[in-house]
């Protein structure tokens, strides 16, 4: 219960003054000492002694939660309980502006014989004065909520003209109530969007590309360099393709804003995305190292598990490279220019005939232009689709809002066509073969399998593990007398089998051993 003005207290009449702005804004303005000073006249109307004055910069009073001036007040009239009779305001709503955390905090410092005073509006003990204090707090919440409600209705509508409402992504910058390209990120963000669509980077590639170029992730006053996590948000935006979307609403509308790319682009990068999760590395690869290439790709003869290498000193201080079984199997170390001595040897064995060769390089571009020819055709074939979908979705957007078609069932098909019409495109971007050249695809196949020996010895790491693992994809054997017995691929066997008809019947049906394959009677190549 509120004490009335005419309960005699310790050491007269004094009461502390509680004075609050909303934003940051408020603070810079004189709003505060304007509060200050009416609280202090009416305080010495009223005959108090201000003995304490608290101040709450840039908080709303939509909530309790986040005002550590108004905690520290509440707790200095607990401990001075008695000694402080009256809390004043500008106005009921610098407590709160929700009626029931206003009531709740009355009746905290009625519990410590402190009265809230507002300076200018009427509050007292009487019955009548009690219910204008509480209406007044009512009128606060009712203010806050409309206040609430016309902001919500302000970002709805914003929304549906395709207008954002808050910081735009990476590449734009917010002026005069519309996003518009920035001048410093929109090309560099453009070149990022084109280099992820070719599906040559990783999320952490990428991300450390747009680091090295410059880009940087904003949040607040703080910045953030591309991190992988970063990298997937910003390319799953289809805000860069000229669309908003909204978690709130539920829905998707054209904006207002320059798309940065095409939706072509968009879902071809989002099926990147897609299919990058699915396939996602999470071990790491330890096996490759520049000074053992063959490591694990050359196996124990005796138990099969994969050689390991390493460097081993002489007494005389020099070092040696050496490969051995990793198991241990046979306690026998094989210098490692003896194992590539042998590759090597076995490479220029296996390099195909060059007419076989050439009926090769005749096969893959017949093969080539067909292909293009059947591309064209699918991607005139996704345009079709993809007009037709359009006008469905069109039709079925008039049947909503004629009512045919309730909400439900409008998205419900909406997704659906959205669905189709993003693999109709996926589809229609797809420029695999139209990146390639065919003449620098040929000249570079001509290099490779001219001499296979001479490949390896001037390929890198990366090159070496490639060529090998498509010529044996399970390894080669090392039987500990100098040799290395290779399984072959069928695909090579073909390469090397391949004739003016074709593949020659019987070829590359399978693995050979290197005594039945390179056998003058059994090798073609």
């Given at each position: 219960m509120i004490l009335g003005r005419n309960v005699i207290h310790e050491a007269g009449k004094k009461a502390i003054i509680y004075l609050r702005v909303s934003t940051e804004e408020q603070v810079d303005n004189f709003s505060l000492d304007t509060q200050e000073d009416i609280c202090r006249k009416e305080a010495e109307r009223r005959g108090y002694e201000v003995v304490e004055i608290f101040r709450e910069e840039g908080r709303s009073a939509k909530t309790i939660v986040g005002r550590p001036i108004l905690i520290q007040m509440l707790?200095?009239?607990?401990?001075?309980?008695?000694?402080?009779?009256?809390?004043?305001?500008?106005?009921?709503?610098?407590?709160?502006?929700?009626?029931?955390?206003?009531?709740?905090?009355?009746?905290?410092?009625?519990?410590?014989?402190?009265?809230?005073?507002?300076?200018?509006?009427?509050?007292?003990?009487?019955?009548?004065?009690?219910?204008?204090?509480?209406?007044?707090?009512?009128?606060?919440?009712?203010?806050?909520?409309?206040?609430?409600?016309?902001?919500?209705?302000?970002?709805?509508?914003?929304?549906?003209?395709?207008?954002?409402?808050?910081?735009?992504?990476?590449?734009?910058?917010?002026?005069?109530?519309?996003?518009?390209?920035?001048?410093?990120?929109?090309?560099?963000?453009?070149?990022?969007?084109?280099?992820?669509?070719?599906?040559?980077?990783?999320?952490?590639?990428?991300?450390?590309?747009?680091?090295?170029?410059?880009?940087?992730?904003?949040?607040?006053?703080?910045?953030?360099?591309?991190?992988?996590?970063?990298?997937?948000?910003?390319?799953?935006?289809?805000?860069?393709?000229?669309?908003?979307?909204?978690?709130?609403?539920?829905?998707?509308?054209?904006?207002?804003?320059?798309?940065?790319?095409?939706?072509?682009?968009?879902?071809?990068?989002?099926?990147?995305?897609?299919?990058?999760?699915?396939?996602?590395?999470?071990?790491?690869?330890?096996?490759?190292?520049?000074?053992?290439?063959?490591?694990?790709?050359?196996?124990?003869?005796?138990?099969?598990?994969?050689?390991?290498?390493?460097?081993?000193t002489s007494g005389h201080g020099k070092k040696f490279p050496y490969y051995w079984c990793s198991k241990r199997c046979i306690y026998k170390s094989i210098p490692i220019a003896d194992v590539e001595y042998a590759l090597i040897n076995l490479l220029k064995e296996l390099t195909p005939k060059k007419e076989n060769l050439e009926y090769f390089l005749d096969t893959i571009q017949r093969t080539y232009h067909e292909r293009l020819s059947r591309l064209n055709k699918i991607r005139n074939e996704a345009d079709a689709e993809i007009e037709s979908l359009k006008a469905l979705r069109k039709t079925i957007v008039e049947k909503n809002l004629a009512g045919v078609y309730s909400d439900e069932i409008f998205k419900e098909q909406n997704a659906a066509i959205e669905d189709r019409i993003a693999r109709a495109l996926v589809v229609k971007e797809d420029n695999t073969l139209k990146d390639y050249n065919i003449d620098t695809l040929f000249n570079f196949i001509k290099t490779i399998l001219a001499d296979l020996g001479e490949t390896y010895k001037r390929a890198s790491l990366g090159q070496i593990k490639v060529i090998l693992g498509a010529i044996f994809p399970d390894g080669l054997t090392w039987d500990y007398t100098g040799t290395l017995h290779p399984k072959i691929s069928p695909l090579y066997q073909a390469i090397c089998h391949i004739g003016p008809k074709g593949i020659r019947s019987g070829a590359g049906d399978g693995m050979r051993a290197r005594d039945l394959f390179l056998g003058k009677e059994a090798f073609y190549c």
């Open positions: 707790e200095y009239c607990r401990k001075n309980k008695r000694k402080v009779q009256a809390v004043f305001v500008y106005r009921i709503d610098r407590i709160s502006r929700q009626t029931a955390d206003y009531l709740g905090i009355r009746k905290k410092l009625a519990e410590s014989d402190v009265a809230v005073v507002s300076a200018t509006e009427p509050t007292g003990d009487s019955p009548t004065e009690k219910l204008v204090e509480t209406i007044l707090a009512g009128f606060a919440q009712l203010d806050n909520d409309i206040r609430s409600e016309r902001a919500r209705n302000g970002l709805r509508a914003r929304f549906n003209k395709g207008l954002i409402s808050g910081k735009p992504p990476l590449g734009y910058i917010f002026q005069s109530g519309y996003a518009v390209k920035d001048p410093k990120t929109w090309d560099l963000m453009k070149k990022a969007w084109e280099l992820m669509a070719t599906g040559s980077k990783s999320l952490s590639e990428i991300g450390k590309v747009m680091t090295d170029w410059g880009l940087r992730e904003t949040h607040g006053k703080k910045i953030h360099i591309i991190r992988p996590q970063t990298a997937n948000a910003i390319f799953r935006l289809k805000f860069y393709a000229g669309y908003l979307n909204s978690k709130t609403y539920k829905e998707e509308v054209r904006g207002q804003h320059v798309p940065m790319i095409t939706e072509e682009q968009f879902y071809k990068v989002q099926a990147i995305l897609d299919g990058r999760k699915q396939n996602q590395v999470t071990k790491r690869d330890h096996r490759f190292n520049i000074d053992f290439p063959l490591r694990r790709i050359v196996k124990c003869g005796n138990c099969g598990a994969g050689f390991t290498g390493a460097w081993t």
